[in-house]
């Protein structure tokens, strides 16, 4: 599985993009073209299948697009914060999973009697 991040901009209405740890480079005239590149050069890097993506405008000018390729089904399952089963499928001396701590369930405050009514 690989991430890709990269740091977008828009300058002269051309969209640029360079990944942040790496060498991978595109452009374009869109976002939406920028992301279809970056998307086939992340994936043309890793032949993991499944790719994952997201953009997020950071500003009007400058956005942030990140890869995911080999996220989708096969990879380890997240839960509770501890990865479960990745290591004992590929047969890794892992440590044990750390054991779930009881929470006691916290009083939700009531709502009731605020001292107001709304449709007063």
Not at 43 to 68: E, K, R
């Amino acid at each position: 599985m690989g991430v890709y991040t990269f740091v977008c901009r828009n300058s002269g209405g051309e969209w640029t993009a360079k990944q942040h740890s790496g060498e991978i480079e595109a452009s374009a005239a869109t976002p939406y073209e920028l992301q279809r590149r970056l998307v086939a050069a992340a994936s043309a890097a890793d032949s993991a299948s499944g790719v994952q993506s997201s953009f997020s405008m950071v500003s009007p000018s400058s956005a942030v697009f990140q890869v995911i390729v080999g996220a989708v089904g096969g990879g380890p399952m997240i839960s509770g914060g501890a990865a479960v089963g990745g290591a004992a499928a590929s047969g890794g001396g892992a440590a044990e999973a750390p054991k779930e701590e009881k929470k006691e369930e916290e009083k939700e405050e009531s709502d009731d009697d605020m001292g107001f009514s709304l449709f007063d």
